[in-house]
């Protein structure tokens, strides 16, 4: 009994870290990267990579990990930050979230593309909001019960397969977000590319839209970019890796998949959000050829546990070959 007593007692601290601390703990992570081309700024670009915000309208754990990332960011140096989706939880969120953006310096350009939660969101029991409205006018009878409990018999079944989770109960409205964040100087990127000039060097930014929820077309984004110059690709799901065209980048920038949120060990992630990714790596460094990409553990959560997988900020400096 003693021992019982003494594992439930530990597996209750456990869960309790990472329900709080955990999610307070964000990592600044430092990375110098080379990529193959002689047309960078002398001493390179530093770019401050900020992912999967998840913000909600308030909360004491988001308010402190907020604190956190301006604390780790106060006395650092970025030339450009870009933040590649999931920046909202719900819509009431927004405000936060435009806060902490505000708060950030960068010297010359600041980019973001959409993730699947900026588009809507999201819960595992919205199936029954869906089935209300369809029912909208008429009583709500067996058969929306029935399509109900389909729907969430569906949903347990993607989650033991690893497969997308997708029920939106409500759909935001994208491009007013976008206007928000045009009004606070962040230029977003969604299918389309942006020229920055340092130093008398161009540096192209590109983004894709969401691959769930939006419409992402990889060769639009790509298509006003000359050969031979820098390219940092912008996207919010990884799974762009597997678009033909994608190794034109010098260097992809992710995030979605929240690094798993909850690592147990031997297995891993428990879900890696339906991407391509291992659950043993479901977040870090890939390479194929000259191309590499970098997916962010991010900073928020979907539902509010971490457990071996520390939210992060990412400063990584770009240098040329010689």
């Given amino acids: 009994v003693g021992s019982l007593l003494v594992a439930m007692g530990a597996g209750a601290l456990s869960l309790l870290a990472a329900a709080t601390v955990e999610r307070e703990r964000v990592q600044l992570d430092r990375y110098r990267v080379r990529v193959d081309s002689r047309h960078l700024p002398p001493h390179g670009l530093t770019i401050l990579h900020l992912s999967d915000f998840h913000f909600k309208a308030d909360g004491l754990v988001q308010a402190r990990k907020v604190a956190n990332v301006q604390a780790l960011l106060a006395q650092e140096h970025y030339d450009v930050v870009v933040l590649t989706g999931d920046l909202i939880h719900d819509i009431d969120g927004l405000p936060a979230a435009l806060a902490l953006i505000e708060s950030l310096r960068p010297r010359y350009g600041f980019y973001f593309v959409p993730g699947n939660h900026d588009y809507a969101e999201y819960t595992p029991w919205g199936v029954f909001g869906h089935t209300w409205r369809e029912s909208t006018g008429r009583d709500f009878g067996a058969r929306d019960l029935l399509h109900a409990v389909r729907a969430l018999l569906d949903f347990a079944g993607k989650v033991a397969r690893n497969d997308l989770v997708r029920m939106p109960v409500r759909f935001n409205d994208v491009p007013g977000i976008l206007d928000r964040l045009s009004a606070v100087g962040v230029q977003p990127l969604v299918n389309t590319s942006a020229r920055l000039t340092v130093d008398g060097v161009d540096v192209w930014f590109a983004g894709v839209d969401d691959e769930l929820e939006g419409r992402c077309d990889l060769a639009t984004a790509l298509g006003d970019i000359p050969g031979g110059v820098p390219l940092v690709l912008l996207a919010h799901n990884p799974d762009i890796w597997l678009q033909e065209g994608v190794d034109r980048a010098d260097l992809v920038l992710s995030g979605h998949t929240h690094g798993g949120q909850i690592q147990l060990p031997v297995m891993g992630a428990v879900h890696t959000q339906g991407t ?36 992060q900020a990412t400063l990584i400096h770009l240098v040329g070959s010689k």
């Fill in 276 to 311: 391509h990714l291992r659950r043993t790596q479901p977040a870090g460094w890939f390479e194929r050829g000259p191309s590499r990409m970098f997916v962010s553990r991010g900073l928020g959560e979907s539902i509010p546990l971490r457990f071996r997988a520390r939210p």
